[in-house]
């Protein structure tokens, strides 16, 4: 389950917080690393969408569906990326590769480079 809405189930129904297992940690910080790491794709493939025909411009979205189905591939993507990614990667690197990709993608998206 996602550990998001697990934490938030916690909270609301009143239960103290405990230290977390070690297989929540490996999946907050897979989610940790991949969101910025899939995050620069869906940019790109929503300037794409956008505008198949110009690659320098963003146009305005002309319809939902061109929002809603690649936020809803991410958000699908980004879970099942997360279950596979905790499996297998240690939680240290997964903080070592997310302190890293989340300034480089918050630059790039400053400087106007990620699009």
């Known amino acids: 389950m ?8 916690r909270i609301i129904s009143g239960e103290p917080l405990r230290k977390p297992t070690p297989t929540e940690q490996r999946r907050w910080a897979a989610m940790f690393a991949l969101i910025p790491i ?6 790109l493939l929503l300037k794409y969408l956008n505008n198949p025909n110009d690659s320098m411009s963003a146009s ?12 809803a591939v991410f958000v699908i993507g980004v879970y099942f ?4 990614w905790g499996r297998y990667v ?7 590769l997310g302190s890293v990709a ?5 630059f790039l998206a400053l400087t106007g480079r990620l699009l």
């Open 2 to 9: 996602n550990p998001f809405f697990l934490l938030l189930v």
């Open 38 to 43: 899939c995050m620069a794709p869906l940019a």
């Open 60 to 71: 305005v979205f002309t319809d939902v569906f061109t929002i809603i189905a690649p936020a």
């Open 81 to 84: 990326l997360t279950a596979v």
């Open 90 to 96: 240690p939680a240290k690197v997964s903080w070592i």
């Open 102 to 106: 989340w300034p480089l993608v918050y």
